[in-house]
């Protein structure tokens, strides 16, 4: 059996990327070893650019009636005195969504799933436990289903296998340790009940017990206790067990259904190579980040958009095979930003023992207060792409080539857009947009009178 792209792993990554190549019309077969949705709550927080990546996929609408704002981020002490307040509940970004947004991953995933059913060239084989991943100029992907082994060959191969990823060790690719490693109790909870909390963030910040709280629906919360040495999930098995780590949020559990307790270590870890010819990682098989600024799921996502579009275009010719270099060259850099930085969010939250948390007593409270600092600490924003084939940038610090250009999604159809604010000039297979408003003063806040704006979003190159 042969298909053009084989992706290895249908969860939000896997779906997105089979989505995307859906909608150039590419041949896909999509394995993964569940028959359905995965049931347990993992991912909790995008922001808007990733929301603008659902928005392409066409499920903004969906992912809207599933997910609630965030307000934002707030540190308290460890006996829960408010610190700082990082606000992030600005209405719409330059993006056009929220900039924080709590949902269900389970929920999340459902959507996807359904959006995949509308593309005819994407298969989904559920049940599929693959057991062997094959290099080379024609990839090939061995699994049982039901019991019996198959193999498929692929011109592409994806590899959204997880953190434990076949896809990686076929290529040779090893995960980078980058010395972040905490072990934490996630309590999921279900109530009727209004509890009354900040709708935003709580991350107690104590080098003892560094506990995170968020409201993540209309009937769903979730808790993380950092556990100490002696202590496993287990020990936090009934709602009994884990009252006195609810304490300080509430003290009356009536009501409150136990969906899960799990432990989880955090790590921080990136693959040290993402591709070997037309085999590729993406999600967390290519890079694992730690929860403290709810990137993880959203960094999978940057990548089936940044990397699907190369795909289809080398596909249909109009992209050379040589374009697919750009995708480790574009995408590890940010993915290693944002591990740094959600390494730096959670030591500032959870090191230092008593002189860490007596630091952070002084210091906390005057961050949001500092010009530039508030606004980083919640930052998710794509750094500027460096110059390369498919970013034609300049040396001037305020080019706008490799940034991020505002919402302009639903007038592309999806493709390239040539954004100008001189007389039309067309760029073949582009869409041309006359800036006005808001697009026309970011063109001037580049010293630009036009941008072409490729299919993940990102300026290509300017005219002045």
Request: contains cysteine.
């Amino acid at each position: 059996m042969h298909h053009t792209v084989v992706i290895a792993g249908a969860g939000p990554t896997g779906v997105t990327a089979a989505i995307l190549l859906g909608q150039h019309d590419v041949d896909v077969l999509l394995l993964d070893r569940w028959t359905d949705v995965y049931p347990q709550p993992r991912a909790v927080h995008l922001d808007d650019e990733v929301y603008r990546i659902l928005a392409k996929l066409g499920v903004a609408e969906e992912f809207a009636a599933i997910s609630r704002p965030g307000a934002g981020l707030r540190l308290l002490s460890p006996d829960h005195q408010v610190l700082s307040t990082f606000d992030r509940t600005n209405p719409r970004t330059v993006n056009g969504f929220p900039a924080a947004n709590m949902f269900d991953q389970p929920d999340l995933e459902a959507i996807l799933r359904k959006r995949l059913t509308a593309y005819q060239s994407v298969t989904l084989l559920g049940g599929a436990e693959i057991t062997a991943v094959t290099n080379g100029s024609r990839p090939s992907v061995t699994f049982e289903r039901d019991g019996v082994p198959e193999t498929v060959t692929a011109e592409f191969l994806l590899g959204c296998d997880g953190a434990n990823s076949l896809t990686r060790a076929a290529i040779g690719s090893a995960m980078e340790n980058l010395r972040f490693e905490q072990r934490w109790l996630v309590l999921d909870i279900a109530t009727d009940r209004e509890l009354g909390h900040w709708e935003g963030v709580h991350q107690v910040c104590d080098t003892t017990r560094a506990a995170t709280y968020m409201r993540i629906g209309e009937r769903r919360h979730r808790w993380e206790f950092q556990l100490l040495d002696h202590e496993t999930a287990a020990d936090f098995s009934t709602l009994a067990a884990v009252a006195p780590l609810l304490a300080p949020w509430d003290t009356d559990l009536d009501g409150f259904e136990v969906i899960r307790t799990a432990e989880y270590t955090f790590r921080a870890q990136l693959a040290d190579r993402w591709r070997s010819g037309r085999t590729f990682l993406l999600g967390d098989a290519a890079h694992l980040t730690p929860p403290f600024i709810g990137q993880g799921m959203g960094a999978g996502l940057r990548d089936a958009a940044n990397l699907t579009w190369k795909i289809a275009g080398v596909l249909d010719g109009s992209l050379p095979e040589s374009a697919l270099e750009t995708y480790e060259q574009e995408r590890r850099p940010h993915a290693a930003a944002l591990i740094r930085l959600a390494i730096g969010v959670g030591a500032a939250m959870t090191a230092g023992g008593r002189l860490g948390d007596l630091l952070r007593s002084v210091l906390a409270p005057r961050l949001h207060r500092l010009p530039g600092i508030g606004a980083r600490v919640v930052e998710s924003t794509s750094p500027a792409l460096r110059r390369s084939a498919l970013v034609r940038r300049g040396r001037l610090s305020r080019s706008l080539a490799g940034t991020l250009a505002p919402n302009i999604d639903d007038r592309t159809g999806g493709g390239w857009a040539w954004v100008t604010t001189g007389p039309a000039s067309p760029r073949p297979g582009a869409v041309t947009i006359e800036a006005r408003g808001e697009l026309a003063t970011w063109l001037r806040s580049g010293r630009a009178r036009g941008a072409l704006v490729r299919p993940d979003f990102t300026v290509a190159e300017v005219t002045r």
